[in-house]
């Protein structure tokens, strides 16, 4: 049974190109790509540099027109960033560092337009589910790289949008971090009802966060294959010792080594990231 | 003792001028002619018979008064003109090299006209200011705006921001850093200017006492009179100095 | 943005600068032909354009000319020597850094004009007093990028040289002046510049010659066509001094 209601992100035939063609920096981001995301499940989209993964992601989030093709949000088309349904964390730092942390929750709802009584105790709220409430007060240089994505993840968190667009955001943090966050992750979605979307190119990440994977081919990138991933939230930390876990990774790894192989070839053209 | 300076360069600093200072008063009394250079205990007892002259105290309150009202008005027309050229991408492509060729001209060459236009009294020395003001201002400011990083826009873009939104509490907290240490910039040039354009008119105002003691050879009242300006312009820089240190506390670059 | 568009944009702006300059000229043009300014305040273009001729053909500048070029290439020998020498002095230990930077710094943030009329009258109104400040003036930036270039090399060079068995003399031909080398030259450029515009400056306030001088001479005597031709003589010569030394400063870091 597949109602319409069961579908939080419909996307179809979504194309997009940097530059016009003939220009130097041409570039042929994604190729008709079609992707229907589940309400309530965590999909990750993975795939080897430049093949477009990011570049979908801004697309779902209406930060890019895509070149052609549609994206459907509910029944909504979408033509702009739509703060009140889909909320992003991003991999680069996007906290402003002149606010303490409690300030960048809050200049999140300003935006979003929350009436001002409401802000100080959501932001509290989505402060203390990541784990930050005793650094209210402290501003971004003062923190960890791990700390301010949990931070601007608690931005996200405090928009209480259905749906979470997440771009690589513990790319730049070190493994045992990574580790971490992507446990308290799992733990903090079992609790709410969100849809994410997540990119990453950490196989293991893929595997254990997510309920799909969503295989991406390299440059001009399209959606390869879907795998299942069929494990309860919120996933034991002892998942990634299994054997089920070893094997949905090899088959991941099976199906990314010949595009990651492809993209390196590539990665000598210039242009725009994934 | 040698420990302890070499455990304190403060200390050691302090010795450095003290002994400075010391050869100063020894040559001004030994070697040099008294017409030419004065002990700077000399200095120091005779300042009060500097500001006994007639017409000092009005000078330097005048002066005083120039540096302000030039620093104002430097603040206030470059931060109107560096948020415009700053803010759209056209202005700044288009007025960016008018400013920073303007920026860069010798200006004390166009000192007689200032005078010629303004006159030998606060005005001309108040435009001078302002002309060296604010440049610095105008280009920081600009940096300031177009320093913002991408992803700090694309994130409250994706919150639902506004364009007023975007530039009060993005845009605008932003700059504020580059806006003190523009400010800075902008106090030097402000005393640069009136204090060039005030030793340049030798019929009025600070330069007319200068000309006056160089003239009847009173080393001891110029240097006096030389070292009040010199205090003047510190106190002036440090209050701005503190006012960025203070305001630019978020900076980590 | 596409590249199309981007170019257009380009245009547009090369369009604005153009207009602005033209209607700049335009109305000075228009404002001392027709519209009455008075020749004391505002010169006629054409004119000042005559009296520039003039001034070229004739060698009028020369005199001038060379008494501020001397002074200039006097007081930033001077400096130069000085700044370098006592710079890299200091920059030889942390301690002497600590003790001196901040003193240095502190004294260069003075507006050092101010010791103009002192010099004026130890030296006199000749060349001597403008190159003393000069050399006063242009000494900081340069000592102080000197203590900056040497001081801050950073100590990873230094360790893997020493672990190779460098010298002390190999150390600084090969690591110390190579490393400090662009500092250096930013900060003699600085110095230069800076010199220029304390000299023209004395020259403009307490002089008998130099260029700065005539402009003030020629106020003086009402003579403001050919006031206007020497100002932009004196700021075509600017511009080319500090093309020269921003030219020279690039050539020498790209090697």
Known sequence: MSSATDVAVRVEGVSHSFGEPGDAQHVRALLDTSLKVKRGELLCLIGPSGCGKSTLLNVIGGLLIPTTGTVEVGHTPVRGPLPRHIAFVFQENALFPWCTVMENVKLGMVFQGVPRAEQEPRARKALEAVGLAEFMGHYPAQLSGGMRQRAALARALSLETGILLMDEPFGALDEQTRMILGEDLSVLLSRTEKTIVFVTHSLGEAVFLADRVAVFSARPGTIKEIIDIDEPHPRNPDFVTTEKFAKLRNRLYGLLHEEIRKAVSQSAVVGPQS | MKAELLRRPGLARLVVVVALVALWEIAARTVVDPMFMAPPSEVLISLGSVFDTGGVPAALRITFWELAVAFAISVAIGLVVGLAVGLSKFSNRSFMPIILLLYGTPQITILPLFILYFGIGPASKIAFGVSHGIFPIIVTIVAGVQNIKPILMTAARSMGASRWQLFRWVIFPHMIPSFFAGMRLGMTGVLLGVLLAELYVSTAGIGYFTTLFTQNFDPTKLLGLISILAAMAIVLNEIVRRAEVHYGRWRTD | ?255
């Open chain 3, 1 to 255: 943005m596409s590249a199309r568009s981007e170019q257009r944009g380009r245009w547009a702006s090369r369009a604005v600068q153009l207009g602005f300059v033209v209607g700049l000229l335009a109305l000075w043009y228009l404002g001392t032909t027709y519209w009455g300014i008075s020749h004391l305040l505002l010169p006629n273009p054409v004119k000042v354009w005559h009296e520039l001729r003039d001034v070229l053909a004739s060698g009028d500048y020369l005199p001038d000319l060379r008494i501020t070029l001397t002074e200039l290439a006097t007081a930033f020998a001077i400096s130069c020597t000085a700044g370098v020498t006592l710079g890299y002095v200091i920059s030889r230990s942390q301690y002497l850094i600590r003790v001196f930077e901040p003193l240095l710094a502190g004294i260069y943030s003075v507006p050092i004009i101010l010791f103009l009329p002192l010099y004026v009258l130890f030296f006199g109104l000749g060349p001597a007093s403008k190159i003393a400040l000069g050399t006063t003036i242009s000494f900081f930036p340069i000592v102080l990028n000197t203590i900056a270039g040497f001081g801050y090399v950073d100590k990873i060079f230094i360790v893997a040289a020493r672990s190779m068995g460098a010298s002390d003399v190999q150390m600084f031909r090969h690591v110390l002046l190579p490393a400090a080398f662009p500092v250096i030259l930013t900060g003699l450029r600085i110095g230069f510049t800076v010199a220029l515009l304390s000299i023209l400056g004395s020259e403009t306030i307490a002089s008998l010659a130099g260029l700065g001088h005539r402009i003030v001479h020629l106020a003086e005597a009402m003579e403001t066509e050919r006031m206007f031709a020497y100002i932009a003589f004196v700021v075509a010569i600017a511009v080319v001094l500090n093309s020269l030394t921003s030219g020279l400063e690039r050539r020498a870091k790209r090697q």
